[in-house]
Each structure stands twice: as C-alpha cells, then as structure tokens.
C-alpha cells in the first residue's frame, strides 16, 4: 500500500543551528508533498509544500528539496529557534490524489 | 484561523459504547477527513469526504462509520468503541483535493475508551 517513511524521529540542534528531516515515499503516482508543523495541543498547520514538477522550494529559513527518481524529499530549516520546536509531519498525496499519506513525524528540539 | 469546530474535545467512555464526533466548518469547502493520531503512528487517515453524501474510506476505516448528511457537518461514530481506538482525533477541510492545497485540521478530540 501507498507509505510514506519519515526519519529522524526525533532531532535536538542547538539553536542556530541547520535541522534536516527527510521522507521517502512508496507511491510513483504521488505528485504533492507538503510538510506540517504542529505545536502542543493544536492541529497540524502547513508550512511548506513541492509538486513534483518542481525540485527545490524555499520560503525565509525553510526549504524542502524533491528527488523524484529517488523518491526522496527533504525539509531544511536554517538559523533554528526556539520557537521552531514542534513536530513535523511530512505528506505525500495518495494515488488517487483524494488524501494525503502522513509520515509519522519528528519531534525536533531547539535549545537556546 | 479556519473556521472548524470539533465536539466533542474530550471524552471519556466506556468498552462496546457507541461514539460520535463531529466536526462543522463555515468555510463551505468540499472535502472533509478524518484523521487520527497515535504515538509512533503519526496521522492516518480514517474516512473522508468529497462532497455531501459521498465519502470513501482510509487506511484504517475498520470499525468506523462517517456521513455527510449537509456540506458543513461529517460526524465520524464508533458504533462499538474498543481501546484501541483510545486516540486523538483530528477533523480536517480542503477547498480542493487533498493533492493540490492546503489542508485545515481542527483542534483534536482526545477519546479515551475504558
């Protein structure tokens, strides 16, 4: 079946420094991939997202890179801070393109 | 902050009763999810909507039942709630399918099954 597999799943950087988080998806077919943030006690929130006509999307201090051949896509977050800390959950779109296949997350850990 | 209503938040219930959540939004957008998140499982999808009446299941729809009787409302029911369906419960909406915009999740609904 259609997955998507997310590591690390969990991350400490001190802040300043770079956070990279990676996901490989199973479904050739898959042709969105958005990454959600989500802080204690609320819902996922989208921060950033790549369509697989596009290789690398930047937005301030995140920037996700896709690599279609290898299934591969990544979330970099430069200059940490702590309010970066939250846990991220990569998506990949199903075949159908009806829902998205969620990784299952990565608590990332910013310290000051 | 999109307008979704989750209700319950919490609920504490008892093993073989029967449960329903519901999640209302004002945005008017068409579809709707169920979703559900679990230590070391992250988010998987339950059921969803793409449109009033027409629903279609997720990976773990087994034990689940959705309607969409009116485009703001989806009510997810547990007909015969076990604990391993202790969870927390996330309604999300989409002006367009899932693979071309943005999703809003609510707030959660925490369920414990006893």
């Known amino acids: 079946g259609e997955n998507v597999e997310q590591h690390p799943s969990t991350l400490s950087v001190q802040e300043g420094d770079s956070a990279v988080i990676k996901c490989t998806y199973s479904?050739?077919?898959?042709?969105?991939f958005p990454w959600y943030k989500q802080e204690l006690g609320k819902g996922p929130q989208l921060i950033i997202d790549?369509?697989?006509?596009?290789g690398e999307k930047k937005d301030q201090r995140i920037a996700v890179t896709l690599n279609k051949t290898a299934k591969h896509f990544s979330l970099h977050i430069t200059e940490t801070q702590p309010e970066d800390s939250a846990v991220y959950f990569c998506?990949?779109?199903?075949?159908?393109?009806?829902?998205?296949?969620f990784g299952k997350g990565t608590t990332l850990s910013v310290s000051s | 902050d999109a307008g979704i209503t989750q209700s319950p938040r919490h609920k504490v219930t008892e093993t073989g009763t029967p449960v329903t959540l519901r999640c209302h939004q004002t945005?008017?957008?068409?579809?709707m999810y169920w979703y559900r998140q679990d230590p070391g499982h992250g988010l998987r999808l339950i059921h969803y909507?793409?449109?009033?009446?027409?629903?279609d299941k997720g990976e773990v729809s087994d034990g689940y039942s959705v309607s969409r009787s009116k485009t703001e409302d989806f009510l997810l029911t547990l007909e015969s709630a076990t604990s391993s369906q202790t969870s927390v419960y996330f309604c999300?909406?989409?002006?367009?399918?899932?693979?071309?915009?943005?999703?809003?999740f609510g707030e959660g609904s925490r369920l414990t099954v006893l």
């Open positions: 909507s793409y449109g009033v009446k027409d629903t």
């Open positions: 945005e008017n957008h068409r579809y």
């Open positions: 999300a909406i989409s002006e367009s399918p899932a693979n071309t915009g943005e999703l809003f």
């Open positions: 479904d050739s077919a898959s042709n969105y």
């Open positions: 790549i369509r697989s006509n596009v």
């Open positions: 998506a990949a779109s199903s075949r159908a393109g009806t829902a998205l296949i």
